[in-house]
């Protein structure tokens, strides 16, 4: 889907047209979200009452995910999360779900996350129990696995569910797929063991308060923390910028997300600089053509620089063109940001489940 496509589809599900074809729209996908949500509850009403099992690998589990469709910020909170349990001593392993491989057999996360975190057994399968059964063959140093976009893969069980909330549209216009953009109803947010709410410094105080307020009336148990991405450099190459980089130059921004208007306010921030863009549709597998396009949009526009995401460089890069200098191209590095204690909170809530885990296996072997 389109960025333009996207924000049409999101004017019929949000109901903001009123036409007369959006409304038979909206009618036919009700139809079709009662027979999905019937299938999804059901699915988890077996889990839960043990019908389906869940299978068990030898290292505990964190699993970060969503209830939503599209994206809400899962990757830098995933390399958040591997470095911090790094920090602590841990051996991390990651499994994704490798959605839209590249013709090479490596997804754009999957590519992304190698280099972020340097390899580290990031493997990325659709059948997760497979995938973990290769990192611990490959790297029996792992001691613990982070199960990325796994909220939803009961097959894989786990120790702890971290479910992320994008606080732009954190409920999916509380309909499930295809109505909505929930994956499930609303009460399986009753299975997480913590939330963050993403994106929070994009919304008002109130809005943020409402949205935690909706997370406990389903799961008043699992703590709830706020998160901001902020952009905290630029790579050129090998090369490190801070981002004060971006004050003297014009730049041309591109990129293949599922959400690019947040990405384009903040770029926007840099004043007059900011000269255009070019938004591909989510997960876009780039070839030689979009790139020779970019650049010459980018210089018909003014710019000396084309700016995009650490996710669009994973496939960019690939690409013979890539390192033309004439027009180069510089990547963003984003991180999570928690507010107040939350980064401190989350790590020790997920370290004691982590040992919780481990005690009770020693536990069970000397019995």
């Not at 949500?37 to 068990?56: D, I, S, T």
Request: charged fraction near 30%.
């Amino acid at each position: 889907m389109s960025a333009s496509l996207s924000k049409v589809a999101r004017t019929v599900l949000s109901g903001e047209d009123r036409s007369a074809r959006a409304t038979m729209l909206r009618g036919m996908m009700r139809v079709a979200e009662v027979g999905y949500a019937a299938g999804v509850g059901v699915r988890n009403l077996m889990y839960a009452r043990g019908v389906l099992g869940m299978r068990r690998v030898g290292v505990p589990v964190v699993s970060v995910g969503n209830i939503t469709t599209g994206g809400t910020g899962k990757t830098p909170v995933v390399r958040w999360l591997v470095e911090q349990l790094r920090g602590v001593g841990y051996r991390p392993g990651v499994l994704i779900r490798g959605y839209k491989r590249a013709a090479g057999g490596v997804s754009d996360e999957q590519a992304m996350l190698e280099e972020m975190l340097e390899g580290g057994g990031v493997h990325a399968e659709a059948d997760r129990g497979a995938g973990a059964k290769k990192v611990l063959a490959e790297h029996p140093e792992v001691d613990v696995l982070v199960l990325d976009d796994g909220f939803q893969h009961r097959r894989m069980g786990r120790e702890f569910d971290l479910v992320l909330v994008d606080g732009r549209e954190p409920f999916g216009y509380r309909h499930v797929l295809p109505r909505g953009l929930l994956r499930e109803p609303m009460r399986g947010l009753g299975r997480a063991d913590a939330f963050v709410i993403t994106h929070s410094d994009e919304i008002a105080e109130r809005e943020q308060r409402a949205i935690e307020e909706e997370l406990r009336s389903h799961n008043a148990a699992a703590p709830v923390y706020r998160a901001r991405h902020v952009q905290t450099g630029l790579r050129a190459g090998e090369q490190w910028l801070e981002m004060g980089k971006l004050g003297g130059r014009r730049f041309y921004a591109a990129a293949g997300i599922g959400r690019p208007e947040g990405l384009e306010r903040k770029l926007a921030q840099f004043g007059a600089g900011y000269c255009g863009h070019r938004w591909f549709e989510d997960h876009h597998d780039y070839g030689e053509e979009d790139l020779a396009a970019v650049r010459r949009e980018a210089k018909a526009a003014g710019a000396d620089v084309v700016i995009v995401t650490e996710k669009d460089w994973a496939k960019i890069r690939r690409l013979a063109g890539a390192g033309d200098d004439r027009m180069p191209i510089w990547r963003l590095e984003m991180r999570i940001a928690f507010e107040g204690q939350g980064e401190s909170g989350l790590l020790e809530f997920v370290c004691t489940t982590i040992e919780k885990k481990r005690a009770d296996e020693r536990t069970e072997q000397r019995c």
